[in-house]
Nanobody, 127 residues
Framework: QAQLVESGGGLVQAGGSLRLSCAAS????????VGWFRQTPGKEREFVAG????????DYTDSVKGRFTISRDNAKSTVYLQMNSLRPEDTAVYSC????????????????????WGQGTQVTVSS
């Protein structure tokens, strides 16, 4: 079964940028729908962005539209989350998740719909 490993988190000042990576093992990565979620202590996990297995369709939560961009490189089995104009409220543990579901027309925003998860990477935005 494929495994996911995130990287790219860190500490950045408000207004700065970070790029998160989600690298997958396994041969069928191009079939996976991939989502990025984030969570802060005491709060539920929140959908941030998703990209479909075919790579053409993306979706974002309203608070990151225009600031974050999700993309994938199937040749490298990697999904990226480019985060610009970061705000203190973006501080969270960011995790990528993946599942194969060829019937989806857009990435699900429900964490329970994803079967594979990475370990998460901390993103801290200082004011």
């Amino acid at each position: 079964q494929a495994q996911l490993v995130e990287s790219g988190g860190g500490l950045v000042q408000a207004g700065g940028s970070l790029r998160l990576s989600c690298a997958a093992s396994g041969r069928t990565f191009n079939l996976y729908n991939v989502g990025w979620f984030r969570q802060t202590p005491g709060k539920e996990r929140e959908f941030v962005a998703g990209v479909m297995w075919a790579g053409g369709s993306t979706d974002y939560t309203d608070s990151v539209k225009g600031r974050f961009t999700i993309s994938r490189d199937n040749a490298k089995s990697t999904v990226y989350l480019q985060m610009n104009s970061l705000r203190p409220e973006d501080t969270a543990v960011y995790s990528c998740a993946a599942t194969i579901n060829l019937s989806w027309i857009k990435a699900s925003q429900k964490s329970e719909d994803y079967e594979l998860w990475g370990q998460g990477t901390q993103v801290t935005v200082s004011s």
